[in-house]
């Protein structure tokens, strides 16, 4: 190797260890990578920092969902490294996502120097802005020198990433970084010679973990004394603690999302069956709110929200982030605040007597119906999935719930817990990419029990996900509802043409049982709903289960309109 080239190859070495280093200091513990060349670099100083973990995973695609999942769980932002070329292109539909869940990615590719750029080099892409206003910020770094003051702005580069990712409003940023070849010295990569006079303590003294401080609040509610039959709606990134305090304050019901926290609390003011409540005529006209408080972003069902736009109540929608989340377009009052702070600042409220006790009591009223309908379903309907999962699953394990049916059968039939478990789902772009992807991400991360609520095509979708076992840490169980095709699509108008079979339902014949055993994955089977149960009561210590849930889609169909026919007055 000449002197150009150990001068290019130590400049490389030192840019991949400031950024190892700095990353764990400013609090990042995972680096999920997909192999490949130009990144090596990058690649070869987190494997060598002892306070990294670096999870390699082939598919980018999947490689981003994982990291979702893990910034999900562990509240720390997660790096995700892939080389140049379209391998960065692959992670767009992570980076979509996080973008609208608000989750703290910090994607770093690897791209070919300028003057390998427009001129036919392979895995040469424009990635400059490759993200779009999907990112909270990109930066082309400059190409590597080896000099402190250029490792210094490189330092200062980082920390202003992690401060974007990270604050009120964060979300994922990209740092796009050139290398020119060779990429290391073959024995100085683990403990890289850095430029003359660099000292590692001075250098970090001032790197720390960005601190988000809390929102003040200067809007002045005493006009909420003037509404007595207040509605709360919350969604999945309000706290139970707080929307409860919210709630109380205002003598309001709590009407939770699928993946609000409120679902698993104990509350008087808690309403999970509000899609069956408001599909009866003489119940909704009952309970006409004065006002709305919104807390995050809206529930799936679109019966509370044709009832929310044709309300004419005054409406506030509380978002920390300061994003517009309210679909409706209603004529609201937004506070871009946290909904401690929220809590906080609301007076105390005199209800309307008996506001509260209208719904609450016709949600228990409707609870029997439910129940005493669901006792009567013996045969394997994916309804009673969500129904049954709400009562079988382990305290303090997590449920994380596929877009489509899944979720709204949560929405729908979920019984209410007590605070023992945790929902949640992709729902910012509300796709089915990467749905098992997300789910091993969110199980890598903790120590207790995860399970995954999917259809058959979101988890074919994503089946790269199970590359990933290898180096999976973690118990999930994959419950699999197979109706082999888009259940879905059985709800909307088109079900009734004849194409609808090829072009929408998308059909499928795949034996999920040898493709587990390809991947060494252990497959169940049940026929029945007791050895279900019993399978859900007994999660895996360690390691990948799926659990295949045969159903008939057109059959669901029907059964889902029966009990969604169910209402307090009928």
Known sequence: MNESSLTNARANQAWGTTLARTLSFLGVRHVVFSPGSRSTPLILACEACKDLETL?????????????????????????????????????????????????????????????RDCGAGQAIDQLKLYGSHVRWFHEVATPEFQTDRLDY????LVHALAKAT??????????????????VENEWTNPPMPAGFKWDHFLQQVSPPVTTRTQLLE????????????????????????KEISEKLGAPVLAAAFSPVRESVSSHRILRFENLLRDDIFRSEVTPDAVLSLGSLPTSKTLRSWLNELDSPTWVAEPSGRNVDGLQRRSIHLACDFEALADSLPKIEAENGWI???????ARLEAKLNKAFSQIENLFEGKVAHLLSTALPDDSDLVVANSMPLRDVEWFWQGGKGKRRLSGNRGANGIDGTLSTALGVAHAVETPVFLLTGDLAFLHDVNGLLSKHMFKG????????????????????????????CFATPQEVDMGNLCKAHGIIHAKPKDWATFEDLIREPLGQGIRVIEVVTDRKADVVTRQELLSLGPTN
């Open 167 to 184: 604050n009120v409003g964060g979300g994922p940023v990209h740092l796009n970084f050139p290398f020119r070849e060779p990429f290391f």
């Open 220 to 243: 002045d509610f005493s006009m909420f004394e003037n509404f007595r039959r207040w509605l709360v709606v919350a969604g999945e990134g309000c706290s139970a603690r707080n929307a």
């Open 56 to 116: 390699p995973i082939l598919d980018e695609r999947s490689a981003g969902f994982y990291a979702i999942g893990l910034a999900k769980m562990s509240k720390k932002p997660v790096a995700v490294v892939c080389t140049s070329g379209t391998a960065a292109a692959n992670l767009s539909p992570s980076v979509l996502e996080a973008n609208l869940s608000g989750v703290p990615l910090l994607l770093l590719t690897a791209d070919r120097p300028p003057e390998l």
């Open 475 to 502: 118990s999930l169980t994959v419950i699999i509802i197979n109706n082999y095709g888009g259940g879905i699509f059985e709800n909307l108008p088109v079900a009734k043409l004849m194409p609808f079979e090829k």
């Open 154 to 157: 490189l330092r200062q580069t």
């Open 357 to 363: 006790e209208s719904w609450a009591n016709a949600e």
